[in-house]
């Protein structure tokens, strides 16, 4: 996937962000990148908080293909890395 098609893919889920006023995850970044936290518990939990957030997001669409594109970290349209990570490789 070529750089410019990712950039067009941002700028679209960044237009549909715009468009419905915003999404809750900006508000939760601690949910939606616990990568770091060392407490498996705790992890667990905020990537359950985050799924749900995104659950009814407006753009969860839109946010899932650009991070299965991309190779993102974090909790992106209601995915894991490493759930995107295994539907890349199927």
């Known amino acids: 996937m070529t750089s410019r098609h990712l950039e067009r893919k941002y700028i679209e889920l960044q237009h549909a962000i715009a468009e419905n006023g915003g999404v ?10 616990p990568e ?9 939990k ?8 995104c659950d009814d ?13 991309a190779g993102m970290v974090g909790i992106w ?6 759930e995107r990570q295994k539907l890349r490789s199927n």
């Open 24 to 33: 809750q995850c900006s508000q939760l970044p601690e949910c939606f990148f």
């Open 36 to 44: 770091d936290e060392p407490n498996l518990y705790l992890r667990r």
């Open 46 to 53: 905020l990537i359950a908080v985050a799924k749900e957030v």
């Open 57 to 69: 997001c407006p753009v969860k669409a839109r946010c899932f293909d650009y991070a299965l594109s």
């Open 77 to 82: 349209g209601g995915t894991t890395a490493e």
